[in-house]
């Protein structure tokens, strides 16, 4: 199944997450702090009058190197996360340079996951005035790119702040090293001449939309050579455009039996499980790709990511959908949570719905909100996005009960 098949597929199961909100007779008070995407607001309290403007930090500045001095690619991604949430990112320059600018927006750009507010608890008329530093103390710089460890630093200890800026000076990332073998099935170098012939005539077909051509030459191709995963695997795309289900599940399954270090094929049975709404299957196929995620463990973290066509946020995704329908709620947050941070080019706008339901269900209402807010940001021409609006008014109208009840309960 393509990739723009498989998302509409997946938008269209999306809005089962989207039950209707359970209220609780008492729900718990919000969260003291308001969420990273929150509106620009703060309690009244966290005003802090009168801050002495030397206090105040403008720019963080530094600049990203390796550790073997080579030279950095050009992806090179910095955040700023405060209290385990992003507030902020940019690029490093291809040197490796970076300037982010606090307190306002104008040289770098915020995620969904971001914070849109004021950065600090005072109001302020001048966007361009920066934070207090006391502010940063609960934030880190964290960078990272492809084939690098990410690398993290604290904004606290003997930072020096001048002129406004406070310099952190370099953040190393170590280069990591490709483990062989590890989602890349290495069946097409070790099949005979005939059968790569065979399978490669199967992916020019099967580009072309050829598609009876395509499982000609894939069944060929593992006829000659029955070890040959990526040929099943590309066999079983084919049936499955072919509407033959079955028979696609069963050459997946074959190519898992021959490398079950090759994940695609896992991908795609979860798949099918999830729109089946198989879930212990969707956990069990989405489990063995994340127990092989290189930055999900400390034994595989040298691999290079970028070389490997598997997306690991759609088995996040999967796996989160799977346990909060299996009543896991800390592990489908978890899940989502992580798919929200891989999805940097948000191919899967709708893990943000699959987060409302969760916050909703917590009684995080304001967070749930922000959630569905973020994904009509998002997906605003989807086609369940009148119905999320929809959700979203009744939350609005439900958070604000709560709000209404909190301030009762206080006089």
């Excluded at 960078?143 to 310099?167: C, I, K, R």
């Excluded at 490997?308 to 989502?336: C, M, Q, R, W």
């Amino acid at each position: 199944m393509s990739h723009g098949s498989r998302i509409l597929v997946v938008l269209a199961i999306a809005m089962a997450l989207l039950a209707p909100v359970t209220v609780a007779q008492k729900p718990p008070a919000p969260p003291p702090q308001p969420p990273p995407s929150a509106p620009p607001s703060r309690p009244a309290n966290s005003t802090v009058p009168n801050q002495p403007t030397g206090d105040l930090v403008m720019f963080l500045r530094g600049r990203v190197a390796t550790n073997d001095g080579t030279p950095l690619p050009n992806n090179v991604l910095v955040e700023r996360v405060c209290n385990n949430r992003v507030r902020q990112q940019l690029y490093a320059s291809p040197h490796g340079d970076f300037s982010m600018q606090l307190g306002s927006r104008a040289d770098s750009f915020v995620d969904a996951s971001g914070d849109p507010g004021l950065q600090s608890g005072a109001a302020r008329k001048d966007s361009d005035m920066g934070i207090p530093r006391r502010e940063l103390a609960n934030c880190e710089l964290r960078a990272s790119a492809s084939g690098f460890y990410p690398s993290v630093m604290n904004l606290v200890g003997d930072l020096v702040t001048l002129g406004g800026s406070l310099d952190v000076g370099a953040i190393v990332v170590q280069r990591a090293a490709k483990v062989e073998g590890m989602t890349l099935s290495a069946t097409p170098y070790k099949a005979p001449k005939d059968a790569r012939r065979a399978y490669e005539k199967g992916l020019e077909a099967a580009k072309n939309g050829k598609l009876a051509n395509a499982r000609k030459y894939f069944e060929q191709a593992v006829e000659i050579y029955p070890s040959f995963s990526n040929a099943w695997f590309q066999l079983g795309t084919v049936l499955q455009k072919q509407n033959q289900n079955d028979a696609a599940r069963t050459a997946y399954t074959q190519a898992t039996a021959i490398d079950t270090k090759f994940l695609r094929p896992y991908l795609s049975l979860a798949l099918m499980a999830y729109q089946a709404e198989n879930w212990p299957e969707v956990l069990k196929l989405t489990g063995h790709i994340l127990d092989l995620d290189p930055f999900n463990q400390q034994v595989a973290a040298g691999y290079m990511l970028d070389l490997d066509p598997l997306d690991y946020t759609e088995a996040y995704f999967y796996n989160g959908v799977a346990n909060y329908k299996l009543n896991k709620i800390e592990d489908a947050e978890k899940s989502a949570l992580r798919a929200e941070h891989l999805d940097l080019r948000t191919h899967f706008p709708h893990t943000h719905l699959l987060l409302a339901e969760i916050s909703a269900r917590k009684n995080n209402y304001a967070m749930a909100i922000l959630e569905m807010q973020t994904y009509l940001e998002l997906a605003p021409h989807a086609t369940d996005a009148d119905q999320v609006r929809e959700q979203l008014a009744k939350l609005q109208k439900l958070n604000g009960s709560v709000s209404t009840s909190q301030k009762s309960d206080k006089n």
